[in-house]
């Protein structure tokens, strides 16, 4: 396979990032250099997908304390805490956002109270992003070891949306999952749902997997359970931007449809996310933020409306699968099944062995 193209990189001065919203047209690279210029890329999907947030969002707080001019511990700690509430306030839905900045939190406080300069603080910080950046691509490779042992020799996989490269700091976890059993010499032809309104199948799922020289097909979104009734899907594996403690699961519009057909024809449907997802204090889907995102996305392609004037519009951004319709679920640390409440503990409370396949 072709080796990805970085999806977010660390430099002394900025924070560099593909531009998501030109692929596969152009590969644009963005340059941040603020912590509020990496906090607009979050919130204007210039970066996307749980796992890559939460890179992004890390190595913008690191950012912007690097670039502060406080030199008093005060004035610091002030800044510190805006700088958090600028990243928190981008994207609610996707728990790994929330899950870095804590992460930085705890750095921050314990640095402080060793009594650490603001300059050991600001290196401390930096070291803890790039931490994030380096453990999320391990996470997905084994998310991608564990998720290939569900993977038949020959298989017709779909996918929706995009849970690869992209949407992580490196190989992906739906994808992931699909990039190992390829390693391992199965033979994978994919099925990518276009993902309307943003097409982040279409564009990018089908632009990482063509470029791995993996069989792709892209197919509208209203064709899956077609697909499905024909015989064409052995398995549907997606990502997650938020899985809560009974196993219910959030992730791109049009994911909850799917997990329905899948069940109606029998299909295993799999969900693959790093531990960082899983969010034990949220007891059901429920509860979980439903980002809304512009009118804008729905009504109009690129620069062409396709909508009339006067139409509303509803646009959310996230639906949420509930735990019936999910046959398993893929972590760096192993696999989970039902009962959710006790599987996903176990694993976020380092519990390995529960691979009960």
Not at 53 to 70: D, E, F, N, T, W
Not at 147 to 174: F, K, M, W
Not at 330 to 356: C, F, K, M, Q
Request: hydrophobic letters at 45%; charged letters at 20%; one cysteine or more.
């Amino acid at each position: 396979m072709a080796p990805m193209l970085p999806t977010i990189e660390w430099t002394d001065d900025a924070v560099v990032m593909i531009d998501q919203r030109k692929l596969p047209g152009r590969e644009v690279y963005v340059r941040c250099r603020t912590a509020a210029e990496v906090a607009r890329a979050i919130r204007t999907m210039v970066i996307r997908g749980a796992p890559a947030i939460g890179v992004a969002a890390a190595m913008g707080i690191a950012l912007g304390m690097r670039k502060s001019r406080a030199t008093g511990t005060r004035k610091f700690v002030t800044e510190f805490q805006r700088t958090c509430d600028l990243m928190a306030a981008t994207r609610p839905t996707a728990v790994n956002l929330f899950w870095a900045i804590d992460q930085m939190k705890r750095v921050f406080a314990a640095a402080a109270q060793a009594g650490a300069s603001v300059e050991e603080i600001r290196e401390r910080l930096t070291t803890e992003a790039l931490r994030i950046h380096d453990e999320d691509v391990a996470s997905c490779r084994a998310i991608g070891a564990h998720g290939a042992t569900l993977v038949p020799q020959s298989a017709s996989i779909l996918t929706h949306c995009n849970a690869g490269a992209l949407a992580t700091a490196g190989y992906g976890t739906a994808l992931g999952v699909i990039r190992a059993a390829v390693e391992q010499g199965k033979q994978v032809v994919v099925l990518a749902d276009e993902t309307r309104p943003f097409l982040q199948g279409a564009r990018l799922t089908a632009w990482e997997l063509v470029k791995d020289g993996i069989d792709t097909t892209v197919i509208t979104d209203g064709m899956a359970g077609a697909m499905m009734r024909l015989g064409h899907v052995a398995l549907v594996v997606v990502g997650a931007d938020r899985i809560v403690a009974n196993g219910d699961t959030a992730n791109k519009i049009g994911t909850y449809g799917v997990a329905v057909l899948a069940k109606e024809h029998g299909i295993p449907f799999y969900v693959a996310a790093p531990i960082s997802t899983v969010d034990l204090l949220t007891p059901d889907g429920s509860l979980i933020p439903i980002e809304e995102r512009p009118e804008r996305e729905v009504t109009h392609v690129g620069s062409a409306r396709i909508a009339p004037v006067g139409a509303r519009v509803r646009n959310p951004a996230f639906d949420v699968t509930p735990n019936r319709f999910v046959t398993a679920i893929v972590t760096e640390r192993g696999i989970a099944r039902a009962p959710y409440t006790e599987s996903l503990a176990g694993l976020v409370h380092g519990n390995r062995a529960d691979e009960r396949s």
